[in-house]
């Protein structure tokens, strides 16, 4: 088989084969296909795309790239999450604890992340002492045991996937729906799970702008996981303004705790009651999602989703007491109020601009070495269709650094758009695919 060919098939918008789909990926994982012969295949497969099969062969194979995990010692039906990504995003925190409160077990690999803030990981390294290096024995006891940990990624989990997407930023080929799915999806099936619902977010702050992309995008990967023998769930969720209140880690985790006692804000708790119940019935706790949801309510009500916290925090080494007293988060410098200048209600809160205020702040991270600042961030206080007159607080920004703040309190300015005419509020729930 020669790659010339391959590129030749594909520029051509021919179908390619599994067998040459696994050449080409073995070929380059061991550094046998170079760069720029990888960069015009996929280009060819930016305009000519990629049949479902090719999809799945490519995703098979990048998965298989590296480790797969073997959660086959873990007892019951191990069900993941995965988000592809937004502002305020915090339903990790939330839903695995109630989750695994009904004996869910819940075996997560979480990534650090780019970004506005820090990925699940990091919010978890907000409690004292938390930590997320634990070894795959570790790992399956805690499961076994309390029915819930969640570790850092290991080194080489779909090592393929790493480079292609490398290759890709630099070579304006990732938003291609079948790339970014194999890509997502490469990954999760090489965690193990048997069952995944996925949270595709569509809006200002996501990755996919549109209904139609973020529709096609999930349709893709559904049908990955299923051509991979897993079962699937795609919801997808309104990311137009900013998932709860906080942005930023410690505030977020915050956030995440008060949802748990019964006090977080409606639209994330909405979000996780939805991705929640897919993942019971998924489990087969439950026969449907109504049933699932009640029983989620009951582990908020009674407390024992806040214990499974508090359990986890413990067998991490985390100091749990900062659960029930938030004075053991460390706490930002400075906080400065930002009052609105004009009167109306809330027509729309660019997502997108509040991540770049937390990442101004210091919240998130530019590159993969960056250290982030645990305490900084942004609490938003009203929401699409609040009405808010002059001078109401309509923000609260925490900084450690004057500079830094002056220069979010400036690009603050972007974040509200009004309107004179009542607004509707934004349905969190768009769509399912199942
Ligand atoms: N996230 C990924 O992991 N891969 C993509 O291609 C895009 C987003």
Redo the contacts with the bound molecule.
């Keep these: 088989m020669r790659m010339y060919d391959l590129i030749l098939k594909k520029r051509n918008a021919k179908e390619l084969t599994k067998e040459e789909i696994d050449f080409i990926i073995d070929g380059y994982v061991k550094g046998e296909i170079p760069d720029y012969q990888v960069s015009a295949l996929l280009m060819a497969i930016y305009f000519n795309g990629m049949t479902d099969e090719e999809t799945l062969n490519l995703t098979m194979a990048m998965a298989h790239s590296g480790d797969m995990l073997d959660l086959s010692a873990i007892n019951g039906i191990k069900v993941d999450k995965h988000s592809t990504g937004g502002v305020g995003d915090k339903t990790t925190l939330v839903l695995a604890p109630m989750v695994a409160a009904l004996g869910v077990p819940v075996a997560k690999m979480s990534g650090r992340g780019l970004g506005h803030t820090g990925g699940t990981i990091d919010k978890l390294e907000s409690f004292e002492g938390f930590t997320t290096a634990i070894d795959e024995e570790t790992f399956i006891k805690n499961v076994n045991d309390i029915k819930i940990a969640i570790a850092s990624q290991t080194g080489n989990l779909a090592p393929a996937d790493k480079k292609l997407?490398a290759l890709r930023d630099v070579t304006a080929t990732?938003d291609n729906i079948s790339?970014?799915a194999g890509?997502?999806m490469s990954?999760k099936l090489a965690s193990g799970a048997d069952g995944i619902v996925l949270d595709v977010k569509v809006g200002s702050g996501a990755?996919m702008k549109t209904f139609e992309d973020a529709n096609k995008l999930a349709t893709a990967m559904v049908n990955i996981g299923k051509g991979a023998g897993r079962a699937m769930v795609a919801v997808i969720s309104n990311m137009d303004e900013p998932l709860g209140n906080a942005v930023g880690n410690n505030l977020e985790v915050i956030e995440a705790i008060e949802t748990l006692k019964g006090r977080g804000p409606k639209d994330l708790l909405e979000l996780c009651l939805c991705l929640g119940s897919h993942m019971v019935v998924l489990a087969k706790k439950a026969e449907n999602v109504a049933k699932a949801r009640e029983m989620l309510i009951s582990t908020i009500e009674d407390g024992s989703a806040l214990k499974k916290l508090e359990e986890l925090v413990k067998s991490q080494n985390g100091d749990a007491r900062a659960i029930y007293d938030y004075t053991y988060f460390k706490k930002a410098a400075y906080e400065k109020e930002i009052k609105s200048e004009a009167e109306g209600y809330v027509a729309k809160i660019v997502s997108e601009e509040v991540g770049n205020v937390a990442m101004i702040l210091g919240g998130g991270r530019t590159c993969k070495e960056s250290t982030i600042d645990l305490s900084v961030g942004v609490i938003i206080h009203k929401k699409v269709s609040d009405y808010v007159a002059k001078g109401d607080v309509i923000a609260t920004l925490y900084a450690n650094d004057e500079e830094k703040l002056d220069a979010a309190v400036k690009r603050f300015e972007r974040v509200y758009a009004y309107s004179a005419d009542k607004v509707e509020k934004n349905e969190m729930i768009m769509g399912e695919i199942h």
């Design positions: 997407y990732v790339l970014i890509s997502i990954k990755f």
